[in-house]
């Protein structure tokens, strides 16, 4: 097998790269220039060595703890559980919020035998042990895992003295009510926002 | 700049990689095993070393010359000249042909300031020397430049003893007559096939 096959081999295996893609890619790094391809490969190799999870948060950062963490402008009361430390980043792109974050590393799914002791759990409630957090905004999918994981953090949160949140359901903006299905409809309206309370 | 940004910088100037999906395959890395992500940075960076041009068609090659070239059971009395050496790869997936190859490495483009001189086409007039060759295909793509180019070529190989074929344009396999733009169609009426002499 020459380099050129092995190479279209583990591209094809990355996340929306396909066969034809992958051949694009090798021919467009065989044609590109030397520099460009020596720090490509340079960046995949130091990645998983530079880049780690935050030991407080679960984030990808490159110092511990990471630059949110250890961010003193943020508002420390509050905790976004996220699935998984990519969502962190997705967040932040809405520049809506400015409390803290913490990365389950994934759902509780007995189909895929992950229970709740596979997540970061444990180290989510320790966190709360110093009485400084007064909010959990629970961020997971609005999947069947997503929403197991939520309600049995719901029931372990009971009684710690924090408020628990979830994101709301309903139309995404710029949606269109004819081609939203069902559900999203149905959590829509039982999810609906009082405009005036006459 | 974190070695995450700067990879899903570089990710993002691959063909058909845009920044969503930088964005996913970086964090695909991160969660990818040692073992997969060193091997792909070790092909990257061992690719523009140990792929080279093939000194005669000018196929991408390890070994040079390259296998087409090398191979006793090809025709030797055909040609195919081709734009791109990745071409080479997309012709031979058809098993169809079994003669030579020649990589011209781009098209005559005024517009780019590519000109006949900037091609392989000294080489391709050297290949025809020894009298071997009897057919050459031209096998350039069907636009203003690949047709430009396929022009040039059949008058400068006229008197050279060989013949000049190009590749049939017509309805694609699987097309349909609605969905075919007017030149296709065109095209395909010009060079109808005869099915039967009555």
Chains 1, 2 share one sequence.
Do not use: W
């Not at 943020?74 to 809405?94: F, G, K, M």
């Not at 990365?103 to 709740?116: H, K, M, Y």
Request: hydrophobic share 35%; proline share 5%; aromatic share 4%.
């Amino acid at each position: 097998m020459t380099v050129l096959d092995t190479l279209v081999k583990h591209l094809s295996r990355l996340p929306g790269v396909g066969r034809k893609s992958a051949l694009r890619i090798a021919y467009h790094l065989l044609a590109a220039d030397e520099g460009f391809t020596t720090a490509l490969a340079h960046d995949i190799m130091h990645l998983k060595e530079r880049v780690r999870p935050c030991s407080v948060c679960g984030n990808y950062t490159e110092a511990d703890p990471c630059d949110i963490c250890s961010d003193p402008s943020r508002d420390r009361t509050t905790v976004c559980v996220v699935e998984q430390p990519q969502d962190i980043a997705v967040l932040e792109t809405t520049r809506e919020y400015r409390g803290l974050y913490h990365a389950l590393t994934g759902v509780i799914s007995p189909i895929d035998g992950i229970g709740p002791e596979d997540l970061t759990i444990g180290k989510l409630i320790e966190r709360l042990h110093s009485g400084e957090v007064k909010e959990v905004i629970l961020a997971t999918n609005p999947t069947v895992e997503g929403d197991t994981t939520a309600l049995y953090l719901v029931r372990l949160l009971e009684d710690r003295g924090v408020a628990v949140s979830r994101l709301a359901l309903g139309l995404p903006v710029g949606g269109d009510l004819e081609y939203a299905d069902r559900l999203t409809i149905a959590r829509s309206l039982r999810g609906r926002t009082p405009l005036s309370s006459n």
